[in-house]
Structures are given as structure tokens and as C-alpha cells.
DNA sequence: AAATGCGCCAACCGCGTGCGC
DNA sequence: AGCGCACGCGGTTGGCGCATT
């Protein structure tokens, strides 16, 4: 396993000059075996919080701040359909991390969520119409799924899902993936 | 103004998986 | 086939800042 317990390296938050050390390393070597990384670049980490400076933080495409209102209904209905993927809930909105969506949901998105599955089936198509159109207007760079099929109010019917919707394609085949094992 | 509570975010931890030897 | 290393993922925690009392 990869347990880079030691006591003498450094812990917590990260100082800019170790931010700047890393950013250079990586720039020069790539973003990868974060244990040579780590090593090599005399930052007295280990090479997973390395690995996760650089990935949450430090590349150059990271969006970070806050989450526009098409990117937050993404997030809402992909979590809808896979439940708590991160990873995978993150490469279809570009510049996001898994933490960072993580996080997002748990402080916000979550008690939102909730919320929404109180509410009466109302206006599941009501909220769709709304969100297409937001979205159409807000011109964002999300990857957006066309349509997201329907139904599925209450969080645990997920076979019920049409995942062979227009742009969904990776919803399916991820789904076949999971089956086969 | 001080104390306390709460929310948010960055970072850590443990575990699973993939890959090369 | 078995082992060890490296990476990736999701859950959890710690600390900081803001709001409330």
C-alpha cells in the first residue's frame, strides 16, 4: 500500500513557496510518481498530498471559485443518476475536481437535494424546462448531457432510468462496465 | 467586545485497483 | 501467480472565518 506515514514531514495547509516548488517540479518532470516528486523536489511532503496539491489546486485548468448555476444542476442530477462518483462526476464538468464537487456537495448541494425530494413530483419537468433554458442562455463550457430522461424522483429506482438518451452514452456504457463485474 | 456555534474548504486517511517485475 | 509500488477514489477531519448571541 501506499502509506507514507512519517512523522517529520509536513502536514497541513501549504505555504506558497511550497506551492511555487511544486509547481516548478511539475512544470519541468510532469505530474507524475508524486513519490519521486516529492522527494526530488525537497518538499518535505509525502507524494499523495503532493499529488493532491497539484491536482485540487495547482494545474493550470482548475477552475475554482464559485459554481455557476449549470454547473450546480449538473452536479444535482449526475449525482442523481451515479451517486456519490466524484471522480467521475468531475470529468464531465471541466475545470472541477472530485474534492471540489465533493465539498460543494456536501455544503450545499446536499440539503438542496433533500429538499427536492421532498417536494411533490411537480415539477420535475417544470425544473427541467427551466434548467434547459438557464442553461442555453448562461453558455457555460459544461459538457451537457442533452436530456437526462426522467422520473427517478425518489433517489433509489435507478434501473429505471433511461440512460439511452441523447449524450448519455457514457452514463450507459459506464453502467454496462459496472455490470459485467 | 468577547464567546460560542456553525459552515465551508483544504487536506488527510484508508482502501481498492492497475501495472510492472 | 505473487508481490510491491504507484495511483485514484471516496469518506472524514481539522482549522479558519463568519454569524449569532
Redesign the pocket.
Known amino acids: 500500500?501506499?502509506?507514507?506515514?512519517n512523522a517529520s514531514?509536513?502536514?497541513?495547509?501549504?505555504s506558497a513557496d511550497e506551492d511555487t516548488t511544486l509547481a516548478q517540479y511539475v512544470a519541468h518532470h510532469g505530474?507524475?510518481?508524486?513519490?519521486?516528486?516529492a522527494i526530488k523536489s525537497g518538499l518535505n511532503?509525502?507524494?499523495?498530498?503532493c499529488?493532491?496539491?497539484w491536482?485540487?489546486?495547482l494545474r493550470p485548468d482548475v477552475k475554482?471559485g464559485?459554481f455557476s448555476d449549470a454547473e450546480e444542476d449538473l452536479i444535482l442530477r449526475l449525482h442523481r443518476l451515479i451517486?456519490?462518483?466524484?471522480?467521475?462526476?468531475?470529468?464531465r464538468i471541466p475545470g472541477r475536481t472530485?474534492?471540489?464537487i465533493?465539498?460543494?456537495w456536501?455544503?450545499?448541494l446536499r440539503?438542496k437535494a433533500k429538499l427536492m425530494e421532498k417536494l411533490p413530483a411537480i415539477s420535475i419537468a417544470a425544473m427541467k424546462e427551466n434548467l434547459w433554458s438557464e442553461e442555453a442562455s448562461c453558455g457555460t463550457e459544461i459538457q451537457e448531457t442533452e436530456d437526462i430522461g426522467g422520473g427517478n424522483e425518489d433517489g433509489d429506482d435507478d434501473e429505471s432510468f433511461d440512460v439511452s438518451a441523447p449524450g448519455l452514452n457514457w452514463v450507459k456504457s459506464f453502467l454496462e462496465l459496472e455490470e459485467d463485474?
Do not use: Q
Open positions: 500500500m501506499e502509506n507514507d506515514g514531514l509536513n502536514k497541513g495547509a501549504w505530474p507524475k510518481r508524486w513519490k519521486t516528486v511532503r509525502c507524494g499523495k498530498s499529488r493532491l496539491r491536482l485540487n489546486y475554482r464559485n451517486g456519490n462518483r466524484w471522480s467521475l462526476i468531475a470529468k472530485d474534492n471540489e465533493k465539498n460543494y456536501n455544503a450545499h440539503k463485474v
